[in-house]
C-alpha cells in the first residue's frame, strides 16, 4: 500500500511540473502550449495531406477476393459463352498481342453480371479450388501462388515483342504479383496491376539477404493487365486456347495434367478425375481510397 502512495505522489507531482509555464530561451514567459487563436475553426484540425489539400487520416486499403476454379479440360469451349457476356474495354495491358499470344484472356465485369458468370461456370462443371482475402495498403504488393516449381526447369513464353523467349528458373513459384496504388482518376478508385512472376517465396526477414533472393525473380510482363477497381469490379481470368504444356507459361498458370475430381449430379456416376482447367475471378470487395 505504502508503495502505491508513493507512486501516486511522483503521477501527482509530474503532472504538477508539466503543468508550469515554460519559459522561453530570452527568459520572458511564453505563451502555453494548450492556448489557441481565437478564430480557430473545427475544420482547421483536420489532417492535411503532403499536397497541402485536406483529408481524411483513414488507412487507404484495397479488399480483394482471389478466387480460384477449374473446369473439366472438355468443358473449355463453354467458357466462350461467359467471355460473350463480359467485355475488355477498361483493362489495359502492356501489349495486347503479347498477351493473346502467351493464351491469356482476360474480361471486365460488375457486381450485376458476377453471378451470371457463376452459373454459366456452374454449367461447366466448375468446382471451388480456393480463394483468398487479401487487404492491400495504398503502394502495397503481394504475392500469391500458383504453381509450385521444385526444380529448376525452362518456361516459354512470348515477350513484350511477341517473340518466343525461354526464362531458366527454379525451384519456387510462379505466382500473381499483385500491386495497388491511388488511380489517378477523380473517383476514388484503385488502380490494380498483376502480373505472372516467378519468385522464391523467401520468408527470410534479414532485409539484406531478402532483397538477394528477389534477384532471382522473374517478372512476366508481357503477361501483364491494370485496372482502375472499385468495389462490385471483377477481373475474369481464363487460358484463350488450352494448353497443357508444363513449360510454357500459359500451361504452368491455367493447366491442371493431373486433374481434380469431378462429380455431375445428373450423370448419377460417381466422381471421376479428370484433366482440368484453372480459371480466376479476381473482385474488388471494398476500398476506402
Not at 8 to 24: E, M, Q, Y
Not at 132 to 149: F, K, M, N, S, V
Not at 208 to 233: T, W
Request: charged share 20%; aromatic share 10%; with cysteine.
Amino acid at each position: 500500500m505504502v508503495r502505491v502512495i508513493h507512486i501516486a505522489v511522483l503521477i501527482v507531482f509530474f503532472i504538477l511540473l508539466g503543468s508550469c509555464t515554460p519559459r522561453s530561451d530570452f527568459g520572458e514567459l511564453s505563451r502555453a502550449d494548450n492556448t489557441f487563436p481565437n478564430d480557430i475553426k473545427i475544420g482547421d484540425l483536420a489532417p492535411v495531406y503532403p499536397d497541402g489539400s485536406p483529408g481524411n487520416n483513414l488507412l487507404k486499403a484495397i479488399s480483394i477476393d482471389f478466387h480460384v476454379l477449374e473446369i473439366p479440360e472438355e468443358n473449355f469451349s463453354k467458357l466462350d459463352e461467359i467471355r460473350r457476356t463480359l467485355n475488355i474495354r477498361p483493362i489495359k495491358f502492356n501489349n495486347y498481342l503479347a498477351f493473346s499470344a502467351n493464351s491469356f484472356s482476360a474480361y471486365y465485369g460488375r457486381n450485376q453480371t458476377r453471378s451470371t458468370v457463376y452459373d454459366l461456370l456452374q454449367i461447366a462443371g466448375a468446382k471451388h479450388v480456393t480463394n483468398q482475402a487479401i487487404i492491400l495498403i495504398d503502394g502495397e504488393t503481394t504475392d500469391i501462388p500458383i504453381q509450385q516449381l521444385p526444380q529448376m526447369q525452362v518456361v516459354y513464353f512470348s515477350n513484350l515483342s511477341g517473340d518466343k523467349e525461354a526464362a531458366r528458373v527454379g525451384p519456387g513459384y510462379i505466382t500473381m504479383h499483385i500491386s495497388v496504388k491511388k488511380a489517378d482518376t477523380l473517383d476514388d478508385a484503385a488502380s490494380v496491376a498483376m502480373f505472372p512472376l516467378f519468385t522464391r517465396m523467401s520468408a527470410n526477414t534479414i532485409s539484406q539477404y531478402a532483397q538477394l533472393e528477389k534477384l532471382h525473380d522473374f517478372p512476366f510482363y508481357s503477361a501483364a493487365l491494370q485496372l482502375n477497381m472499385i468495389p462490385g469490379d471483377f477481373i475474369f481470368l481464363a487460358p484463350e486456347s488450352h494448353i497443357d504444356d508444363q513449360t510454357t507459361l500459359s500451361g504452368l498458370f491455367f493447366s491442371n495434367p493431373q486433374g481434380s475430381m469431378f462429380f455431375d449430379p445428373q450423370d448419377k456416376k460417381p466422381p471421376e478425375r479428370k484433366p482440368s482447367v484453372r480459371i480466376y475471378v479476381i473482385t474488388c470487395l471494398g476500398l476506402n481510397f
